[in-house]
């Protein structure tokens, strides 16, 4: 007897599986190259994994100086491009130059930084981080598939952070990140954060004047928050932390490159601040605030929702909250001062040289906090937990 064909419904449902199956695109992880080799990896650091603790659980841990606690369910991005290239050391000036690209790998790789595992590489930042491999070279791939001099010769290594895809192989994303990537991908992110802050201040011990200020009494205590940056860019010629007992080029904190070694594969983590979009000013490493993003829904009950996309129009040198009524700096810590003074009285972000827009045309200044925080933002990649690369923003921006 021959088999009867299977029911529509049947048919459709199959289609529907193998369809969601494949556009999930699963990556697989990367095998060790060996000796000589290079092993590429991508880390949020350990705060990715723990969010922010207010107050901070030890003296200098990084905290929001407003007394904000976040935590991230998600927070994803999707990186591309990873490359190696002959002569980081052209120019002590221009960091952005380098010899041809002998080596790469292109992805692009979709991650949640937030996700922990205990298979993932140990981070370079400390014992709480984690590094997702994702990438592996054995030998100069665009270069005649050379093998990489181990005799202390160091390649320029670069990387690309660009717009999520369905392309894109899904490294370690869960049903909830699958989900929330979908999105990702109709907005046009490039990075996402995805979370929740709790205003902690006014209610720990030590901290209880922190909400003295009326302004801020009828504020939502818990809000969460969804910054979808869109922002891709490209991170050139990155120092090096590894090679801290080396003398550094120029003004460079660190020499620039990775050395193969030829006992083992060296390791290239893409690391991404989470910091840098909650700065108060385009200074590296200047203090964390979340009240400029909670003053959106300042005027809302329950626990709403804030959106980067709010903060357009806000303007950043003299900032309101949802009722237009000015913002004063909030400080739960002493903030540290290394970067620059404490601000005060109505909070103005500071954009260093930076230029204002004055045509209201993105490339050539920043228009309004949006586009403040979305430069800080895209200011986070680097090298091995704190290596400096060379930042070309490829969206409209006054690079």
């Known amino acids: 007897m021959p088999c009867r064909p299977l029911s529509r419904l049947v048919a459709l449902l199959l289609l529907l599986l193998l369809n969601a199956c494949s556009s999930d695109n699963q990556a697989n992880s990367p095998s060790d190259p060996g000796a000589g080799g290079v092993l590429f990896a991508v880390s949020g650091e350990a705060l990715a994994l723990s969010g922010y603790a207010f107050p901070p659980l030890n003296p200098g841990d990084p905290a929001f100086v407003d007394g904000w606690q976040l935590t991230f369910s998600h927070l994803l991005v999707t990186i591309d491009h990873l490359t190696l290239s002959s002569n980081p050391d052209i120019s002590a000036g221009d960091q952005s130059l380098t010899g041809a690209v002998v080596a790469g790998v292109d992805g692009p790789w979709a991650l949640d930084l937030s996700h922990s595992d205990p298979s993932y ?149 893409v690391t991404l601040h989470t910091d840098h979009p909650f700065w108060d000013s385009v200074l590296h490493d200047s203090p964390a605030h979340f009240d400029q993003f909670a003053a959106r829904v300042s005027d809302q009950t329950g626990t709403p929702t804030v959106t980067l996309e709010m903060t357009q129009g806000v303007d950043y040198t003299a900032v309101t909250d949802a009722a237009g009524k000015p913002l004063d700096w909030r400080y739960c810590i002493d903030p540290p001062t290394d970067v620059h003074g404490q601000f005060n009285g109505q909070m103005a972000f500071d954009p260093g040289s930076v230029p204002h827009a004055p045509d209201n045309q993105a490339a050539h200044g920043l228009r309004d906090y949006y586009d403040f925080s979305t430069y800080d933002q895209s200011t986070q990649g680097h090298l091995n937990s704190d290596g400096l690369c060379y930042v070309s923003r490829n969206y409209p921006s006054p690079n």
């Open 121 to 269: 590489l140990p981070g370079k930042g400390g014992p709480d981080e984690e590094a997702v491999p994702i990438a592996s070279l054995a030998a100069q791939n665009r270069n005649g598939n050379a093998p990489f001099a181990t005799d202390g010769t160091r390649y320029a290594f670069g990387f690309d952070t660009v717009a999520a895809t369905a392309s894109a192989l899904k490294v370690n994303l869960d049903a909830s990140a699958l989900s929330a990537y979908q999105t990702m991908i109709q907005s046009g992110c490039i990075v996402d954060y995805i979370g929740t802050a709790t205003f902690r201040g006014g209610t720990v011990e030590g901290h209880t004047d922190c909400n003295d200020d009326p302004e801020h009494a009828n504020w939502p205590k818990t809000v969460n928050f969804e910054l979808c940056f869109k922002s891709p860019t490209s991170y050139r010629n990155c120092q090096n932390p590894d090679n801290s007992n080396a003398t550094p080029l120029g003004n460079d904190e660190f020499q620039r490159g990775i050395a193969p070694l030829a006992e083992k594969s060296v390791i290239a983590q």
